[in-house]
């Protein structure tokens, strides 16, 4: 088992910039990939970014590419989520997630491979 847990969330005004943080804890002996997801109100839950495990291979969503960066530090067992200039659309609660991979470099940006996910992190983007 993975315990995730997520922090940094907060409200801000549009063009500010936060910087989640996904701590992970339990059986983190393995290689895993992380994901980024988040879900707004009334809405389904969306891919944000992914990571690989070695960090490498990086991959975003097209709403969030060149703003957004993911980060991992392996040797704290915690990913970041860099996020910049935001909008009031990227107002949502953000979730980290695990997901065991095969290779250092693989990735997931859908959410079926990801087994682990924390509990979420409200972000608020005022106008």
């Known amino acids: 088992q993975v315990q995730l847990v997520e922090s940094g969330g907060g409200l801000v005004q549009a063009g500010d910039s936060l910087k989640l943080s996904c701590a992970a804890s339990?059986?983190?002996?393995?290689?895993?990939?992380m994901g980024w997801f988040r879900q707004a109100p009334g809405k389904d839950r969306e891919f944000v970014a992914a990571?690989?495990?070695?960090?490498?291979?990086?991959r975003y969503a097209d709403s969030v590419k060149g703003r957004f960066t993911a980060s991992r530090d392996n040797a704290k067992n915690t990913v970041y989520l860099q996020m910049n200039s935001l909008k009031p659309e990227d107002t949502a609660v953000y979730y980290c997630?695990?997901?065991?991979?095969?290779?250092?470099?693989?990735?997931?940006?859908?959410?079926?491979?990801?087994?682990?996910w924390g509990q979420g992190t409200q972000v608020t983007v005022s106008s």
């Open positions: 997630a695990a997901a065991r991979a095969p290779l250092g470099g693989t990735l997931y940006y859908t959410e079926r491979p990801y087994s682990y």
């Open positions: 339990g059986r983190t002996g393995s290689k895993y990939a």
């Open positions: 990571i690989s495990w070695s960090g490498g291979s990086t």
